[in-house]
């Protein structure tokens, strides 16, 4: 398959070449490249849904390429008493959703006031901010083990095996990094608009409510994403903090089907517990994926 | 320099009105909630934390003229709580002994080896028993008094009476709230821990385990303030208090088993430097934890660029189809890759071994198994690589190019003098808070490789990182060190506080992100 027809860039060699030479100089070298990359990119994919439909679901009998095929491993996901795989699925999403609203919303309360107010200690405490985010909080996972023991203590609803108390800590991880990104975005809004609605008498709260906001939906959905992403994929902290086996969330919970001492043929129940968890995610990122190039350099490089 | 609009702003609308007072309500509600138990426990620290806390919130809304902090004052509180208090609890923890052995204070530690000493008296009481742990991981006596028909759970710290609990028919506790109840198998694992714990019941009685029950008596031993030390009369042993360490030690040098909480000064910090046990492995995993945090870039952004290059071309077809799924990896969830991956690294079964025609035994080799978790890992980072690496190509001054070309320069000679150069100042930043996140990434590690190959007898394995390091000291399967690994967790604050210094130059010619 030669084709010529590619619109090509100003000549850049006099030497005349045959057109299947210069194909392959211009563009087919990028095709070749992008393929093998894919090809890595796709074999675990593969493999987990060729694991997710063998019917046998051991390790052994599963192979990069399906021999068989079955749903058995999902009827026994669903079934399975001490699986309990809707169970985690439901704590992932009751702690990661909440903790991403809140954080989100206390993160851009925090943009706004960095965006649209000059007051006393504001750069030291954007500086600060930039630092802080560079601790993600489970590097204190002593200290927070220790601090969530004496909360339980007092307050049991928010101590160690509760999902309030890990909740809390997600919340707060978060912040740093979606402030950022926010008021990276909110600077670009022109500032005229907020003169504007101020001299039609509107309130710092009704600018912030009422146009902000709306104006800084697709920052607000990318910060969001990624601090729920982030959530989902916490293990250390959710390992320590969740140990009854229906209160796990599905990275604690999916670990305990690939330990060692479980059966083999749990292996399948984890594949198929895998495909429906990024079904999940993997539709959340290419509904978004316009915002997400701009979501990730914007924030990092321009502020 | 107070914005003008201060001096006009406050909740001039109905909605704004009642919505404040709705979420001051809650708050004082909340306030009132959560004051109670701190007023029954006389924390009385607790208690002047939450004043402030509430104080500062109804101070902040009330007030018309700072409107700045009206904004800030939410994230403000959650910052402090869950990121400043945790890293500064985390630098007072590495300055003392605090762990197993060392988790009481001085008096419950005196207790504790008071009831130690205790011997069955004539009549005393037995119990049923059962042994669990509770969430925080103490080890628990979980006791049924058939007499009177109540449950206990005893700690090395008392008894505490419990409600709610499930029994067998011999009455013997199965399930109880708050604990975890052990099998046979983990109590004859761990029988020792449990024949040496000992409940204080009073100043001189205690409950032990003798078999499959457990009974009260009096100790032999006894505490005396005058001279700070400990007699047991019936062997004649005295152990003397040493507040320096927090043990309790005979004049032969022999510790008793439980000890209190104190401060080491810079000890666990010195014990890195000067305990050969510790300084060969960890400056181990200090060289490869760099290695690894340094690796995983270099490969991702190789692998990521490569492919934006070849992709940035105006009027390539597919491209929008190779740009989805090459971005797949990012979108899957990744600590279910990671474990993905480890099992297609499986020695026998593995995929990888079948593909490749290998029989590598890829967590039994230290240089197998880190290149296991840099493949794996390059897997997952390189479609972040690839779309800033993308959208920085994209956004590359053109004239440059076309000046370039103008001069002769093309291909490789281009893209090194010209392209990279260019590509790396928008994007060190990035790169170098990758750096840091791989730095510091305990799934990679912890949900590949354990931090296998581990050698019997070692304390690190080959591809441990400091922070799997840190995490297996405070809650591995040994007995947990929280100071030492407190210190370790320090260690690495300062590394990233480094790296973070490094980042402020980069970022130092884009200084108005502060305008």
Known sequence: ?303 | MLDQRSQTAGSHTAAGLIAKIAVLAVVTALAVWAALPLIDARAWWGLGAEAAAVAVIFYTYLQRRRIPLKYLVPGTLLLIAFQILPVVLTIGTSFTNYGDGHRVGKDQAIEAIIAAGVQPTPGGNTYLLSVGESASGDLALLLTDTDEGTHWAGTEEGLTALDEVETDQAGRITAAEDYEVWGLAELNERHAEVAELAVPTGEHSGIKVQGLSAFEGTSTRSYDAGCDCITDDEAGIVWHADDETGTFVTEDGDEALVGWRVGIGFDNYLQVLTDEDIRGPFFGVFVWNLAFGAGSVLLTFALGLGAAMALNRPGMRGTKLYRSVMILPYAMPSFAMLLVWAQMFNRDYGVINELLGMNVDWYGQTWAARAMVLIANTWLGFPYMFLISLGALQALPADSLEAAKIDGATGLTAFRKITLPLLLVALTPLLISSFAFNFNNFNAIELLSGGNPINAGDTVGGTDLLITYAFRQAFGSSSADYGFASAISVFIFLIVATISALMFRATRSQEDVYS
Do not use: C
Not at chain 1, 93 to 104: E, G, H, N, R
């Open chain 1, 1 to 303: 398959m030669t084709r010529t027809a590619e619109p090509r860039r100003a000549p850049v060699r006099p030497k005349r070449r045959s057109g299947l030479a210069r194909w392959a100089g211009d563009t087919g070298w990028r095709h070749l490249m992008v393929v093998l990359v894919l090809v890595f990119a796709l074999v675990p994919i593969v493999y987990v849904v060729s694991a997710a439909f063998n019917p046998n679901g051991t390790l052994s009998t599963t192979s990069l390429l399906p021999s068989s095929f079955g749903l058995d491993n999902f009827e026994r996901l669903f079934t399975e008493p001490n699986v309990p795989f809707w169970h985690w699925f439901g704590n992932s999403l009751m702690i990661a959703v909440p903790a991403a609203f809140v954080s989100i919303f206390i993160s851009s309360l925090a943009a706004y006031a960095f965006s649209r107010f000059r007051f006393k200690g504001r750069r030291p405490m954007l500086l600060f901010l930039l630092l802080i985010q560079m601790f993600p909080a489970f590097l204190a996972v002593v200290a927070l083990y220790l601090i969530f023991g004496t909360i339980g203590d007092f307050y049991p609803v928010a101590g160690l095996n509760s999902k309030l108390g890990l909740m809390l800590v997600y919340m707060g991880g978060a912040l740093g990094v979606s402030t950022w990104l926010m008021k990276g975005f909110f600077d670009t809004i022109p500032k005229e608009l907020d003169e504007a609605a101020t001299i039609d008498g509107a309130s710092h709260a009704q600018i912030f409510f009422g146009m902000i906001l709306p104006l800084a939906a697709p920052i607000i959905a990318i910060s969001g994403i990624l601090a729920f992403v982030g959530t989902m994929n916490d293990f250390i902290l959710a390992s320590l903090f969740l140990t009854d086996r229906s209160e796990m969330t599905l990275a604690v919970g999916l670990k305990t089907l690939v330990a060692e001492h479980s059966p083999a043929s749990y292996f399948g129940l984890f594949a198929a517990g895998t495909l429906i968890t990024s079904v999940l995610t993997v539709t959340v990122f290419m509904s978004l994926q316009r915002y997400i190039v701009s979501g990730l350099t914007g924030g990092a490089v321009k502020g």
